[in-house]
């Protein structure tokens, strides 16, 4: 699939083009799910990230089978370590996915940022991130 970039990228400044060179996206294998965590449980040995809502705890978990009705998601990983100011790198990011139709949730954690995307929309979504790290390669 031939990708054209919808959104144009201007990188003025050397490191974040580096940055974006340096991504090294990498698709898990195991499909994700987002759900409610029931208090006084324990915690799931399948859990990628807990967060504290106002309405209480949420987990992205590692699944072999969805419900029914449930969002499959992929994760995708990105081998770069976080950015300590990785707005302008997941700005980029975000607009160049929005730019070819594919939604995404982002999670950064202290070591690396983590791109979730529906399961169907997996190989599109790394389509477009090889392309952007092809296009600021040294």
Request: net charge negative; charged share 15%.
């Amino acid at each position: 699939m031939k990708l054209e970039s919808h959104t144009p990228v201007s990188l003025g400044e050397p490191n974040l083009r580096a940055q974006l060179a340096h991504l090294a996206p990498r698709l898990e294998g195991e499909p994700r799910v987002f759900r409610p965590f029931p208090g006084g449980d324990p915690l799931p040995g399948n859990a990628v990230m807990i967060f504290r809502d106002a309405e209480g705890l949420s987990m992205i978990l590692e699944v072999d089978v969805a419900a029914p009705g449930e969002t499959v998601w992929a994760q995708i990983t990105f081998g770069l370590q976080a950015s300590r100011d990785p707005s302008r790198v997941l700005a980029i990011i975000t607009s160049q996915l929005a730019g070819h139709g594919i939604p995404c949730n982002i999670v950064s954690s202290f070591y690396h940022d983590h791109l979730f995307v529906e399961w169907d929309l997996a190989d599109a979504t790394m389509d477009v991130l090889m392309s952007l790290v092809q296009q600021n390669a040294p």
